[in-house]
């Protein structure tokens, strides 16, 4: 494979919900095809894509067809099989790399690089047993935050610990997947920075935006985050410095909690994020233009952003204010095409510029 993918390459995708989505129609503008790969059928990505895979993880003979078919594989995101990884590594470049997949499928894991690396994170342990859990409480008290290890998505297997009498409960509630223990962590306020490394090693990153959760899920995402000069400084020095540890190739959003002791970095996603959709409406190149750029091996694009945006995540039924929210001549709307609603489905979102 050349380093460089010329117009008409492909780029393998797996996953197709909306973020292979956008991340379709961002290549389909550099003359670049995408091919998906996802186990469920009619996927939102295969609506804007020149060609779908519908198989499962573990199909080999289609895994390896869609290999085939195409110059470089990338992902929209973290949990893919090993076992799908090996197979697909064999025939194609994946971007970004299996050991930033690795690190962020395992919370622990990922912690352990992250304070390797010198970054502050939540106190933490490794909590095996209730033994494990009840020495993390008398270490760093309540409250706290059991997680499982792994396959945690939007707050989902979460269990907050207010008092140490909860503690068997929370564990319980994993229902015996591994878990790691979190300290809870005192934060103003919650900001994220996207950001990017090419083929080349050279590093952009977008401004650090400042998401709100309701109930797990990202609500909004507003750019500029409130951070100071040199805060905002840390946080893209921070979110360089873990790219260039992984060697990475493509774009990465960096959770961060906003502490009076600084900045401490939640969680990594090795893809586009949701707090990244701003840069539609707020940069010459987006997030996911940038990540098509970097797993092509082309030129990061300026990440320089020229308005102030406010993102909104359309969840559940919110896509039914589609028809009022179209009236509103400065608000960028993109819709999934995704069939119905459901409470914290992610339907679309709307960006607007409230400064430009
Ligand atoms: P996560 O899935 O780890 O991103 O957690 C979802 C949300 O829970 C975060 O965005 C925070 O609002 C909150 N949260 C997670 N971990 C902690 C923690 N250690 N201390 C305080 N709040 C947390």
């Known amino acids: 494979m050349t380093e460089r993918l010329d117009p008409g390459a492909a780029i393998g995708i ?21 091919h998906i790969y996802d186990p469920g059928a009619n996927p939102p990505a295969g ?21 085939r078919s195409v110059d470089v594989i990338t992902y929209e995101f973290e949990n893919i099989p090993t076992a799908t990884l090996d197979l ?28 390797g690396l010198g970054l502050r994170t939540a106190p933490y342990r490794d909590v095996p047993d209730m033994a494990a859990l009840s020495a993390a409480l008398a270490e760093f008290g309540a409250p706290a935050i059991l997680k499982t290890r792994r396959l945690g998505y939007d707050g989902k297997g979460q269990a907050r610990i207010m008092e140490p009498a909860q503690a068997e409960a929370a564990l319980a509630e994993m229902g015996g997947a591994e878990a790691i223990f979190e300290g809870f962590v005192t934060f103003s306020h919650e900001v994220s920075v996207i950001a990017a490394r090419g083929t080349t090693g050279e590093v952009a990153c977008f401004d650090p935006g ?44 960096v959770e961060l909690f906003v502490t009076a002791q600084g900045l401490i970095v939640n969680e990594i996603a090795p893809r586009v994020h949701n707090s990244g959709h701003w840069t539609q409406a707020g940069c010459a190149v987006d997030q996911f233009e940038q990540h098509i750029r970097a797993v092509a091996g082309w030129p990061l694009g300026n990440g320089q952003r020229y308005a102030d945006v406010v993102m909104e995540n359309l969840i559940g039924d919110d896509v039914t ?12 709307i993109h819709l999934y095409g995704k069939g119905a609603p459901r409470p914290g489905r992610k339907m679309g979102h709307v960006n607007r510029i409230t400064h430009g």
């Open 88 to 115: 697909l590594e064999s025939l194609r470049p994946v971007r970004p790399n299996r050991r930033a997949l690795a690190i962020s499928q395992d919370r622990l894991t990922e912690k352990d690089f992250l304070t």
């Open 210 to 253: 400042e998401n709100v959760h309701e109930a797990g899920i990202l609500r909004t995402t507003t750019v500029p985050a409130r951070l100071t000069q040199s805060q905002r400084m840390d946080a893209v020095l921070l979110a360089g410095k873990i790219l260039n540890a992984l060697d990475y190739v493509g774009v990465m959003g």
């Open 321 to 332: 204010r589609v028809t009022d929210l179209s009236r509103q001549p400065d608000t960028q």
């Open 47 to 67: 609506h804007v894509a020149e060609k779908v895979t519908t198989a499962p993880w573990d199909d080999a003979e289609a895994l390896t067809a869609f290999a």
């Open 14 to 34: 797996l996953g197709g919900g909306q973020l292979g989505r956008m991340l379709s129609v961002a290549a389909a503008r550099l003359g670049l095809r995408t």
